[in-house]
């Protein structure tokens, strides 16, 4: 049981457009998300989070978004570098807090 | 700036061998995690333990061993190893329960079984 899905493998996206990542979750008592990045070889590192008293959050090029009542999130780059190819992890937790649960990530391909 | 190091980088086993991933941090955390990475399946919690002396299962626990040797340290065991535990496993480490949930991972162990 997936609780958190990131369904799309990959986007490609061109320099300087904006780049729209998208996670959902099943679980209703979740009530704190993040976004990490990775690149190949390296482990993840964290990027972004938003609890759920926000429904954005902004950080620089990235901004997160959350939408309870759809159990929806994503994640707003703008404008895409091309340092930005990475894939993307969603993660959601409850509080109290004692591990994350992760999506399956999305592959991101900004071409110059 | 060590933050989490995991050792072996890489490792080949034969189906039934065993080994110890290895994992320290050094940011005076309290939590630290073993996650395993699949294609399509992305991260996957095998076990944490979210203070020293307490280990608890993840998602996927079977076939693995865990041991908080102390706060900077956990590591991982695979007593039988099978071709089913060809991953990646990173190692990550947080401040404690409760907090932001930001975590730190390691840059990762590639084990291929058999």
């Known amino acids: 049981d997936q609780q958190v899905k990131q369904n799309s493998p990959s986007l490609s996206v061109q320099e300087g457009r904006i780049s729209i990542l998208n996670c959902d979750y099943t679980?209703?008592?979740?009530?704190?998300f993040l976004w990490y990045k990775k690149y190949p070889a390296e482990g993840p590192t964290f990027l972004i989070s938003?609890?759920?008293?926000?429904d954005k959050n902004e950080d620089g090029r990235f901004t997160v978004f959350l939408n309870k009542s759809a159990k929806h999130l994503s994640l707003h780059i703008v404008p895409s570098q091309p340092g930005d190819s990475a894939v993307y992890f969603c993660?959601?937790?409850?509080?109290?807090?004692?591990?994350?649960?992760f999506g399956t990530g999305t592959r991101l391909l900004v071409s110059p | 700036n060590a933050g989490v190091t995991q050792t072996p980088k890489f490792q080949v086993l034969k189906t039934g061998q065993s080994m110890t991933l290895q994992c320290a941090q050094d940011?005076?955390?309290?939590?630290m995690y073993w996650y395993r990475q699949d294609p399509g399946m992305g991260l996957r919690l095998i076990y944490y333990?979210?203070?020293?002396?307490?280990?608890d299962k993840g998602e996927v626990p079977n076939g693995y061993n865990v041991s908080r040797l102390n706060k900077r340290e956990f590591s991982l065991r695979l007593e039988s190893a099978a071709p089913s535990q060809t991953s990646v496993y990173f190692c990550?480490?947080?401040?404690?329960?409760?907090?932001?949930?930001?975590?730190?991972f390691g840059e990762g162990s590639r084990l291929t079984v058999l």
């Open positions: 990550a480490s947080s401040e404690a329960p409760g907090n932001t949930g930001e975590l730190f």
């Open positions: 679980n209703s008592m979740f009530d704190y």
């Open positions: 938003i609890s759920s008293i926000k």
């Open positions: 993660a959601a937790s409850s509080w109290g807090f004692q591990k994350l649960v």
């Open positions: 940011m005076n955390h309290n939590s």
């Open positions: 333990s979210a203070s020293e002396g307490t280990t």
